[in-house]
Antibody, heavy 124, light 107 residues
Framework: QVQLVQSGAEVKKPGASVKVSCKASGYTFTGYYMHWVRQAPGQGLEWMGWINPNSGGTNYAQKFQGRVTMTRDTSISTAYMELSRLRSDDTAVYYC?????????????????WGQGTLVTVSS | EIVMTQSPATLSVSPGERATLSCRASQSVSSNLAWYQQKPGQAPRLLIYGASTRATGIPARFSGSGSGTEFTLTISSLQSEDFAVYYCQQYNNWQGTFGQGTKVEIK
């Protein structure tokens, strides 16, 4: 079955960087866009951006431009999200989520499935 | 940026009753709208896409309607497992913005 498995929880100090991984299985990794979404404690969902696992092309939400980098390793069907210059308000659960469209014609559709989430805590 | 606004923030409903959740877009998103359910400690789960199409395995008591800027998620008869937070998401442009969520709680 289609599954996204993310890396474990991280604790980082302000100013540091964090890199979260998302390993895909059960489908052709390069055939679907991958999105990253975060959720601060008790808050709603915030879309961060996407990566085209085939080409490596990316698009980031304006809020995160300059601080986020999304990459992939097709040999191990894994997507990565790195966030730099961490602040306390970056404390959140970070999710990867697969786009629904396997034609990759429309870049952003609904997301299904989602990874289990990775808690990133930023604290001095 | 398209802003999605959900109402109410919290909805108190008794089991077996009907729940109606609203989602409004700041500009037209056509039918490019999805609904997700999220329970505490879990990832969101896709319920509805294309404003009205149920995802695989979603019970028929969940239904979506609307187009343009006004959308509704209806749960016809709330079951105990339906008490959760519900999010709408637009995907009409190259970004996937979410509403702030509606919490459906037991009355």
């Amino acid at each position: 079955q289609v599954q996204l498995v993310q890396s474990g929880a991280e604790v980082k100090k302000p100013g540091a960087s964090v890199k979260v991984s998302c390993k895909a299985s059960g489908y052709t990794f390069t055939g679907y866009y991958m999105h990253w979404v975060r959720q601060a404690p008790g808050q709603g969902l915030e879309w961060m951006g996407w990566i085209n696992p085939n080409s490596g092309g990316t698009n980031y939400a304006q809020k995160f431009q300059g601080r986020v980098t999304m990459t992939r390793d097709t040999s191990i069907s894994t997507a990565y999200m790195e966030l730099s210059r961490l602040r306390s308000d970056d404390t959140a659960v970070y999710y990867c989520a697969r786009d629904a469209d396997n034609t990759m014609i429309v870049v952003v559709n609904w997301f299904d499935p989602w990874g289990q989430g990775t808690l990133v805590t930023v604290s001095s | 940026e398209i802003v999605m606004t959900q109402s109410p923030a919290t909805l108190s409903v008794s089991p077996g009753e009907r729940a109606t959740l609203s989602c409004r877009a700041s500009q037209s998103v056509s039918s490019n709208l999805a609904w997700y359910q999220q329970k505490p400690g879990q990832a969101p789960r896709l319920l509805i896409y294309g404003a009205s199409t149920r995802a695989t395995g979603i019970p028929a008591r969940f239904s979506g309607s609307g187009s343009g800027t006004e959308f509704t998620l209806t749960i016809s008869s709330l079951q105990s497992e339906d008490f959760a937070v519900y999010y709408c998401q637009q995907y009409n442009n190259w970004q996937g913005t979410f509403g702030q969520g509606t919490k459906v709680e037991i009355k």
